[in-house]
T-cell receptor, first 114, second 117 residues
Framework: DAGITQSPRHKVTETGTPVTLRCHQT?????MYWYRQDPGHGLRLIHY???????DKGEVSDGYSVSRSKTEDFLLTLESATSSQTSVYFC?????????????FGNGTRLTVT | AQKVTQAQTEISVVEKEDVTLDCVYE???????LFWYKQPPSGELVFLIR??????QNEISGRYSWNFQKSTSSFNFTITASQVVDSAVYFC??????????????FGKGTKLTVNP
């Protein structure tokens, strides 16, 4: 258990509403990531963070924003949800270590936009 | 940009059969890392193995083995004597350094393995 908690675990929302997903970690890891998982696409990176207030875009960042005001929390916001954002969202952390340490993932948030 | 290709979308085998999951990658980096993850039906993502580009030794862990070949840019995963509990989606991933000096993983689309009793 890498101490990652995602909330909520499930959410149903309507098109056009704002949605915020939260990722909380307990181990002060510097690097945090948001991925989405869709059938036929695998996992695709939305945004990532390399420190407090330091974030950057991934390959599918359109329609999403993130914030990291403290080490332990990484928030993903859909400003105006669309049906194409129906997906399973995974948060991940990357522990420091020699070479490239593997990402540890949270249990995911299943978001449905109706 | 990095790319990972898992050409097998779905594989179905009968228990005790051996099965190999293919992974082909593209990168311009001379130093990189490759990973395999397992996603069982319960949905969590479980790390299986990490391999760096300088270590081409095959690795075996119980019924699992990995064959890394730089010459063909492949990192294949074999399950020997498959079991029903091996049924899962398996992802291959490649590390990519970002411009800011941090790192991210690029994933393949996954291979769904079904092991039938």
């Amino acid at each position: 258990d890498a101490g990652i908690t995602q909330s909520p675990r499930h959410k149903v929302t309507e098109t056009g509403t704002p949605v915020t997903l939260r990722c909380h970690q307990t181990e002060n890891h510097r690097y945090m990531y948001w991925y989405r998982q869709d059938p036929g696409h695998g996992l695709r990176l939305i945004h990532y963070s390399y420190g407090v207030k330091d974030t950057d875009k991934g390959e599918v960042s359109d329609g999403y924003s993130v914030s990291r005001s403290k080490t332990e929390d990484f928030l993903l916001t859909l400003e105006s949800a669309t049906s194409s954002q129906t997906s399973v969202y995974f948060c991940a952390i990357k522990p420091l270590g020699s070479g490239s340490s593997p990402l540890h993932f949270g249990n995911g948030t299943r978001l449905t936009v109706t | 940009a990095q790319k990972v290709t898992q050409a097998q979308t779905e594989i179905s085998v009968v228990e005790k059969e051996d099965v190999t999951l293919d992974c082909v990658y593209e990168t311009r980096d001379t130093t990189y890392y490759l990973f395999w993850y397992k996603q069982p039906p319960s949905g969590e993502l479980v790390f299986l193995i990490r391999r760096n580009s300088f270590d081409e030794q095959n690795e075996i862990s119980g019924r699992y083995s990995w064959n890394f070949q730089k010459s063909t840019s492949s990192f294949n995963f074999t399950i020997t004597a498959s079991q029903v509990v091996d049924s899962a989606v398996y992802f291959c991933a490649l590390s990519e350094l970002t411009q800011g000096g941090s790192e991210k993983l690029v994933f393949g689309k996954g291979t769904k393995l079904t092991v039938n009793p």
